[in-house]
């Protein structure tokens, strides 16, 4: 009989751990991707022009209002549209990793106090109209007015386009010490 109490004793106790520093990453994550996502569908509801101006006027003030208590996040690629989307100098190696196919997210300790977590976009049937290989000429004109620079163009259904990318107090630094 003991032995069947003892498990019982013990879950409560592995509930109250904090989540491993990938699964927090993701977490934290997933907010920041929903509401870009939204906004994005959005968009391309009223057409891939729509959705270009929403990107370039909301996606850097959605990254911003997840970004807070100690929390950064972003995207960026190894082909940027737009030069605010820079990885930090930790993110650097994981795009050179993900470039070479190795698609699996990635957590790095930046600091004893700060974690970086890391995780692949790939191109899905909707970002096929403003970053494939085939944009209509109204869509090209707007990527071009916003964003002179692109690099964002060519890719195709499934391939591998940029990652997203959160750094956040390790669990220590979070109880101060």
């Not at 909301?58 to 972003?74: K, L, T």
């Not at 869509?139 to 990318?165: I, K, M, N, V």
Request: aromatic residues 6%; negative net charge.
């Amino acid at each position: 009989m003991r032995l069947m109490i003892l498990p019982l004793l013990i879950l409560p106790t592995l509930a109250q751990t904090a989540p491993a520093p990938a699964e927090r990453g993701a977490q934290l994550l997933t907010p920041f991707k929903m509401e870009l996502k939204q906004t994005l569908m959005k968009g391309l509801e009223e057409g891939p022009e729509s959705a270009v101006t929403l990107c370039q006027q909301e996606a850097p003030a959605i990254a911003r209002r997840h970004s807070n208590n100690g929390i950064q996040m972003g995207r960026s690629s190894d082909k940027l549209r737009s030069p605010e989307n820079r990885p930090p100098a930790w993110v650097e190696p994981i795009l050179s990793q993900f470039q070479r196919g190795e698609l699996t997210p990635v957590t790095v300790e930046i600091t004893k106090e700060t974690t970086g977590y890391a995780e692949p976009i790939t191109i899905a049937p909707p970002c096929l109209a403003c970053h494939g290989q085939q944009i209509a000429n109204e869509t090209r004109a707007l990527l071009s007015h916003y964003y002179p620079e692109d690099e964002a163009t060519g890719y195709q259904l499934g391939q591998w386009r940029g990652l997203f990318w959160v750094e956040f107090p390790t669990e220590s630094a979070q109880k101060g010490g």
